[in-house]
């Protein structure tokens, strides 16, 4: 049978939130709670960091002229970052939030926020590993259920359970199990993503930073071609967690699908992704139009909620149209090589 095209994909996640509507209701009150509640700063924290490096002595005129840009674009930062926002901070594994990344200015229609003020590195730390693994959990919540709703209304009905004990567990156990794994599975991805780019990020900067010292403009281009290939790197895990959530993968056979993936369906993937990207950014700028102190931001939210959920869920029909296809063709390649082994003549 043949897998449904890109646009097929989109047309059927949107038309699964419209028949589940509560797929939304995560996303609507994380941005409200973003708008609406308080908000916590780290100004002071920032203002402290801009006076001690603007007390150094520097006898190079660009270098004080420098260093005095980058303190007032990290003093406008500092007023304008809410730190709650990275209860939406990792791509593809968080509840999609407007607000998170596009923090609102100005009063809310309640009047001025409660600040919340963080005054110490240790503080802040604490935060944004807190406020990170709660969205973890919340994302989770999130994709689970969606990918439930796609698995269920795509894919064939599943298999009675299993011979022996296994089939004697409640439905809700069985379930239950499977949620907790999925969401190992999920942490112990994000922890990897989270250590490689530890590890990959810093001498990657120092590398860039060496390379321009020695050969000024060679260094742009080394930082160019440095992103490229984290780039290229990432979109091979493009398919990890909807074969995770949808395929019920283990992370290893996730990830073996993903590149799989990518590779023999390269022209619909891109495909895929321009125009994720096309409607998301376009639609993203519709959204914002109202003001931080108007309720008709709340179209926005719930627009952008709708849009987000269902450009998800087009990407998870796009991965469980398609992994068959991929299975398949594994098991050809397989079955003909140990076809070939067998009919090849002896020495």
């Not at 939130?17 to 780290?42: A, H, N």
């Not at 469980?320 to 991929?326: D, H, I």
Request: aromatic share 8%; hydrophobic share 55%; with cysteine.
């Amino acid at each position: 049978m043949h897998p449904l095209g890109v646009v097929g994909c989109l047309t059927a996640g949107f038309d699964l939130v419209g028949r589940y509507p509560w797929l939304i209701s995560l996303p609507v009150l994380l941005d409200l709670f973003l708008w609406l509640g308080p908000r916590l700063s780290i100004a002071p924290l920032l203002n402290r960091f801009i006076d001690l490096l603007q007390v150094q002595s520097i006898p190079d005129a660009a270098m004080t002229s420098q260093i005095a840009e980058v303190g007032q674009f990290l003093r406008q930062f500092g007023e304008q970052f809410n730190l709650l926002s990275l209860l939406s901070s990792l791509p593809l594994l968080d509840v999609p939030s407007l607000l998170a990344r596009h923090a609102p200015e100005g009063v809310s229609p309640l009047g001025e926020p409660h600040v919340l003020v963080v005054t110490s590195v240790l503080m802040m730390i604490v935060w944004a590993v807190a406020l990170a693994l709660v969205g973890l959990v919340f994302g989770f919540l999130y994709l689970n259920g969606l990918a439930n709703r796609v698995r269920d209304t795509h894919l064939p009905a599943k298999q009675g359970p299993a011979q022996g004990s296994k089939a004697k567990e409640p439905e809700q156990t069985v379930e239950a199990r499977s949620g907790m794994w999925k969401f190992v599975r999920v942490f112990l991805f994000a922890a990897g993503l989270l250590v490689a780019g530890m590890v990959t990020i810093p001498p990657l900067v120092l590398a860039v930073g060496i390379v321009e010292t020695i050969a000024p403009g060679t260094g742009f281009w080394l930082l160019m071609f440095s992103m490229g290939l984290i780039v290229y790197l990432a979109m091979q895990l493009l398919f990890v967690i909807p074969g995770v959530m949808v395929g019920e993968r283990g992370l290893w056979r996730a990830t073996w699908e993903s590149i799989g993936l990518i590779r023999m369906q390269s022209f619909p993937v891109m495909g895929l992704i321009v125009l994720v990207m096309i409607i998301h950014g376009g639609l993203t700028y519709i959204w914002l139009l109202p003001s931080a102190d108007s309720w008709t931001l709340l179209i926005g939210i719930v627009g952008h909620s709708c849009i987000a959920t269902g450009l998800m869920a087009a990407g998870f029909v796009f991965y469980q149209e398609r992994v068959g296809q991929l299975t398949e063709a594994i098991r050809v390649a397989a079955k003909s090589g140990v076809k070939n082994g067998k009919e090849r003549p002896s020495s």
